[in-house]
T-cell receptor, first 114, second 117 residues
């Protein structure tokens, strides 16, 4: 089945530790996105990538980093610089550069601080 | 600047009632797209509908219907004869061509719908 796979489903981070959230898609989409969702809030864009080896900061990129070495994969690293990382993280993909195209979402990763 | 407002934070209805979720948007662009997504308790966002700014025709899909009114910048979503399985958080989102979102989605804060048996 085509879709987006995020792993792990739950993740715990210790103080000062970097953690990486995985996102893989087999939809052959060029564009991929990372969002953060806090309780009672909408989704806020962290990073997005329209094509392999290129990515741009979203609205809340500080404390996060990404890479896009393969079309299928867009991992997100939550660094120790992100002081409030507890949130629900959603990865999405869509046809590149098309604002009229819907984004397809994964099941999310819930990150908590130990 | 682009903005999406969902003024209803939470709505609770009894099964079989009709319910309307409101969405008001702001954009200076003449070409834009509006979306509704459903987020069930499991967490993933499910795409429901897309509407472009040039098509004001209302749409019906089963128990779901959408009312797009450019004059009031609104894109409201109605569920007829609600069911328990409709319980979820519903997000309205906007993207535009040249208004600065660069094709990215601007989300409202969502409306949590609870349908009680």
């Amino acid at each position: 089945d085509g879709g987006i796979t995020q792993s792990p489903k739950y993740l715990f981070r210790k103080e000062g530790q970097n953690v990486t959230l995985s996102c893989e898609q087999n939809l052959n989409h060029d564009a991929m996105y990372w969002y953060r969702q806090d309780p009672g809030q909408g989704l806020r864009l962290i990073y997005y990538s329209q094509i392999v080896n290129d990515f741009q900061k979203g609205d809340i990129a500080e404390g996060y980093s990404v890479s896009r070495e393969k079309k299928e994969s867009f991992p997100l690293t939550v660094t120790s610089a992100q002081k409030n990382p507890t949130a629900f993280y959603l990865c999405a993909s869509s046809t590149r550069g098309r604002s009229n195209q819907p984004q397809h979402f994964g099941d999310g990763t819930r990150l908590s601080i130990l | 600047a682009q903005k999406v407002t969902q003024a209803q934070t939470e709505i609770s209805v009894v099964e079989k009632e009709d319910v309307t979720l409101d969405c008001v948007y702001e954009t200076r662009d003449t070409t834009y797209y509006l979306f509704w997504y459903k987020q069930p308790p499991s967490g993933e966002l499910v795409f429901l509908i897309r509407r472009n700014s040039f098509d004001e025709q209302n749409e019906i899909s089963g128990r779901y219907s959408w009312n797009f009114q450019k004059s009031t910048s609104s894109f409201n979503f109605t569920i007829t004869a609600s069911q328990v399985v409709d319980s979820a958080v519903y997000f309205c989102a906007l993207s535009d061509e040249y208004g600065g979102s660069q094709g990215n989605l601007i989300f409202g804060k969502g409306t949590k719908l609870s349908v009680k048996p």
